[in-house]
């Protein structure tokens, strides 16, 4: 958050009226005002003598019990937030920050805008929440529920019974939310959780059951708060981040890799394939953006490197993994009809695409924990 409070520079005092004889004067030309120039030098300004000031109270929620708090879009702008010893509270951050604290609190809804760096719940116990976030981890927490989008692997460290969930959110800022704090909709780890303290025998943690609502855990807005402006949606078609099967299991041994290289319309593009693959009964099990080196595509594409090391020069790509029987003859069939004229990379067949997802997907998750 930075200095909560800064010094102003001291104005120069007025000089005083000289009083000296005129050698006197004379010896002292240096410190003279000019003739005709009896007024003070106008103090220098700087940056922190204008900057806003800002108040640490407002960036922080403390010793609240059975209320319904926040902030709203705008008034967080980036910064860091901490939550701390609230009990029975239902809590909604509709901004983007910096981080995240949420201290030894117990029995609370929490809904966390995209925060750019870390997400950290200490001490917490029966927690329900919504949470997008560059890294996520809990350190002695109990019962929490967790739909999460998380560009790194999850992290947890003596905490149990902790069950994760894919983000699935929407309000009308949340989209520039995400790209003021730096995060892709496309890079979720939501359910490769890592338990940094496992115990033999025992889960400390296990996914939600597929289909789990958002709203069956986090309520919307009481529409007497001061959030009932705020037009929010948990249904899973409008949420920001797509929703992905994750690491249950496949239903089906057929996997296709569909990859939209860099354009103006790749986001949008990616979207509508996930309509069309589900309309059909698809589904997606995971997506990444990720920068490419030419070196990379020739390790990951292969026969198909040749074709394809001029377009990942545009900027990152998009990969999505698709499932289900006959889901590669369908993407050739979309991406034919619907992409004709975008640059696409799709699964030539059945037999060769599993390896054409496991290429990529593990040069994407080693090329994101460096």
């Given at each position: 958050?930075?200095?909560?409070f800064?010094?102003?520079?001291k104005?120069?005092?007025s000089?005083?009226?000289?009083?000296?004889?005129?050698?006197?004067?004379e010896?002292t030309t240096s410190?003279?005002v000019?003739?005709?120039?009896?007024t003070?030098?106008?103090?220098k300004?700087?940056?922190?003598?204008?900057?806003?000031k800002?108040?640490?109270?407002?960036y922080?929620?403390?010793g609240?019990?059975d209320?319904?708090?926040?902030?709203?879009?705008?008034?967080?702008?980036?910064?860091?937030?901490?939550?701390?010893?609230?009990?029975?509270?239902s809590?909604?951050?509709?901004?983007?920050?910096?981080?995240?604290?949420?201290?030894?609190?117990?029995n609370?809804r929490i809904?966390?805008?995209?925060?750019?760096?870390?997400v950290?719940f200490?001490?917490?116990?029966?927690?329900?929440?919504?949470v997008?976030?560059?890294?996520?981890?809990?350190r002695d927490?109990?019962?929490?529920?967790v739909?999460?989008?998380?560009?790194?692997q999850?992290?947890?460290?003596?905490?149990?019974?902790?069950?994760?969930?894919?983000f699935?959110?929407?309000?009308p800022?949340?989209?520039?939310?995400?790209?003021?704090?730096?995060l892709?909709?496309?890079?979720n780890?939501?359910?490769?959780?890592h338990?940094?303290?496992?115990?033999?025998g025992?889960n400390n943690?296990?996914?939600?059951?597929?289909?789990?609502?958002?709203l069956?855990?986090?309520?919307?807005?009481?529409?007497?708060?001061?959030?009932?402006?705020?037009?929010?949606?948990?249904?899973?078609?409008?949420?920001?981040?797509?929703l992905?099967k994750?690491?249950?299991?496949?239903?089906?041994e057929e996997?296709?890799?569909?990859?939209?290289?860099?354009?103006?319309?790749?986001?949008?593009?990616a979207?509508?394939l996930?309509?069309e693959v589900?309309?059909k009964?698809?589904e997606l099990?995971q997506?990444?953006?990720?920068s490419?080196?030419?070196?990379?595509?020739k390790?990951?594409?292969?026969?198909?490197a040749?074709?394809?090391?001029?377009w990942?020069?545009?900027?990152?790509?998009t990969?999505?993994?698709?499932n289900?029987d006959?889901?590669?003859?369908?993407c050739?069939?979309?991406?034919n009809e619907?992409f004709?004229?975008?640059?696409?990379?799709v699964?030539?067949?059945?037999?060769?695409?599993?390896?054409?997802v496991d290429?990529?997907?593990?040069?994407?998750?080693?090329?994101?924990s460096?």
């Amino acid at each position: 958050m930075g200095c909560f409070f800064s010094k102003k520079s001291k104005r120069k005092s007025s000089e005083k009226e000289d009083r000296t004889p005129s050698t006197a004067a004379e010896n002292t030309t240096s410190n003279a005002v000019p003739p005709g120039n009896n007024t003070a030098e106008a103090p220098k300004q700087y940056s922190w003598d204008i900057r806003e000031k800002v108040d640490p109270k407002d960036y922080m929620l403390t010793g609240l019990k059975d209320v319904t708090v926040g902030r709203l879009p705008g008034k967080l702008n980036g910064q860091q937030f901490v939550i701390q010893e609230c009990e029975n509270c239902s809590i909604y951050v509709f901004d983007h920050s910096a981080t995240i604290t949420i201290d030894d609190c117990v029995n609370c809804r929490i809904v966390l805008g995209p925060v750019k760096g870390s997400v950290f719940f200490r001490d917490c116990k029966d927690i329900k929440c919504v949470v997008a976030c560059q890294q996520f981890r809990t350190r002695d927490c109990k019962k929490m529920e967790v739909f999460l989008c998380c560009a790194t692997q999850p992290i947890i460290e003596s905490s149990t019974g902790m069950k994760f969930s894919c983000f699935q959110y929407f309000y009308p800022e949340l989209a520039f939310h995400f790209k003021d704090a730096g995060l892709s909709i496309f890079n979720n780890n939501w359910s490769n959780i890592h338990d940094f303290t496992p115990v033999s025998g025992e889960n400390n943690w296990s996914l939600l059951p597929e289909g789990s609502s958002v709203l069956d855990f986090v309520p919307a807005p009481d529409p007497e708060s001061d959030f009932k402006s705020i037009r929010i949606s948990t249904d899973p078609a409008r949420s920001i981040v797509p929703l992905t099967k994750g690491g249950r299991r496949k239903d089906s041994e057929e996997s296709c890799l569909f990859i939209f290289f860099a354009g103006e319309y790749t986001t949008a593009n990616a979207r509508k394939l996930i309509d069309e693959v589900t309309a059909k009964g698809f589904e997606l099990i995971q997506t990444k953006e990720v920068s490419m080196r030419p070196e990379d595509v020739k390790r990951v594409f292969q026969n198909n490197a040749e074709d394809l090391v001029e377009w990942i020069t545009k900027g990152p790509v998009t990969a999505l993994e698709l499932n289900g029987d006959g889901v590669v003859e369908a993407c050739k069939n979309i991406a034919n009809e619907v992409f004709s004229g975008t640059k696409v990379f799709v699964s030539d067949n059945k037999s060769t695409s599993s390896r054409d997802v496991d290429n990529f997907f593990n040069f994407a998750d080693m090329q994101m924990s460096m």
